[in-house]
């Protein structure tokens, strides 16, 4: 039978990818910074949020956010960036 694979990391599993102490991560979470669920005392991370975390892999809100930023950016400095680009 095969064991089915776990779902979630702890926070100190988080800790050690990220090489920083549990308690930091667990500020991290605590100001929602770091999504996690928590699970009767217990914060658990699920597995797919740590590429996210180790900002290899961009979610929904962050596309967002960088998208509108971007179009800020054009908005306010476009005559600029393309007299740069011509530079």
Do not use: C, F, H
Not at 20 to 33: C, N
Not at 50 to 57: A, H, P, T, W
């Amino acid at each position: 039978m095969k064991e089915k694979e776990v779902e979630y990391i702890t926070i100190p599993q988080l800790a050690q990818i990220l090489g920083i102490s549990r308690i930091a991560v667990y500020k991290k979470v605590k100001k929602g910074k770091i999504k996690a669920v928590k699970i009767g005392r217990n914060y658990l991370i699920p597995k797919k949020y740590i590429l996210v975390i180790l900002g290899k892999d961009l979610g929904k809100e962050e596309r967002r956010q960088i998208d509108k930023a971007i179009k800020k950016t054009v908005e306010e400095y476009g005559e600029a960036l393309r007299l740069l680009g011509r530079e």
